[in-house]
């Protein structure tokens, strides 16, 4: 039998003691036990990556953000070594419960009991994707490696042991060092709020939001799938407010409305050197709307000799818009 088929038949043979490992892990009991040493691997909030050199005897500690309203999961990408690709199935990763002490870069002495366990084939890489929630949306895919289970969430952190899962492997086995880089997987959601600013800056009186068509509860902020959004804001107390919102995943938008008082209002517009009367009373700026009560009202417009009176029927929630123009008609004769 040549060298070549001995190393082979070896490999098999290992092999078969790997699914023994793995098989001999999935019976739910404490151990005790010591990693070279522990690697904090930081998830970031924003949906950036973070990256960490680990060997085959060491732990990670995957470490939540605060602020975990978006993210439903988390992916690791793992770089295999060549070393350890070479011999299918040599080094397990495992994820652990109840994990004592507290895991830190100073801690290498746990105890806990194994959760889920699996190895890294003869694939220079693998993408593991962990839910964080039993109901979450992460999709399955053919590039990817779906956790069945939710790993348990201790301090915003969650415990992963690599470990040998055979023996008589290559010494280079010992050496080498996967990277791995994690990064948070988001639900298909931003967050919209609506903040609103009373006329006089004062107590914010009731008012409804329409969100799409569908009245919506925006006290404490709304889920909404990511694209743009209709937002109808009505109240009897002030004038309905209509503005448009482009939610993006995993962002939160604030919508801000200064709410106008539900007076009528008027808006006047006149060429330059018209004098303005309302009800009288000369308008010394027309180019801000006037407020007015309820009820009749005249504007009189003077340009020179020549003098116009307007009159309107104000109704509260109302804007009505007042305008003169004078043409100059030019012809031409024989």
Known sequence: MGLESTRENRKKNLSFFAILFLLSSTVAFSEQFRVHKSVALPISRTGSKNTVSVGVNDCIVIELPSDMEFIEGVELQFKVPKEVAAWRDSVAYSFYDGIVPEPSSSTIDYNGTRRTTGTFGSSLSLTLKIPLKKNHTIKKDAYSTLMSSVPEVVNGKIFLRMQLAMKGTSDDIYSAHFQVTGRPLFINKGKLFVQPVAPDKGDVKPYTVFIDGNQTDVSSGVLLTPG??????????????????????????????????????????????????????????????????????????????????????????????????????VTEEE
Request: glycine share 4%.
């Open 228 to 329: 743009i959004h209709n937002i109808n804001i009505v109240s009897d107390y002030y004038r309905n407010e209509f503005r448009t919102a482009t939610v993006e995943q995993a962002k939160r938008h604030t919508v801000n409305v200064e709410f106008q008082s539900i007076e009528p209002m008027v808006r006047i517009a006149a060429p330059e050197g018209t004098q303005v009367y309302l009800d009288d009373s000369y308008v010394s700026n027309i180019n801000n709307p006037i407020f007015v009560s309820q009820g009749e009202h005249q504007i009189r417009f003077v340009i020179g000799d020549y003098e116009m009176v307007r009159s309107i029927s104000a109704l509260k929630g109302r804007t009505y818009n007042v305008s003169i123009s004078i043409n100059a008609t």
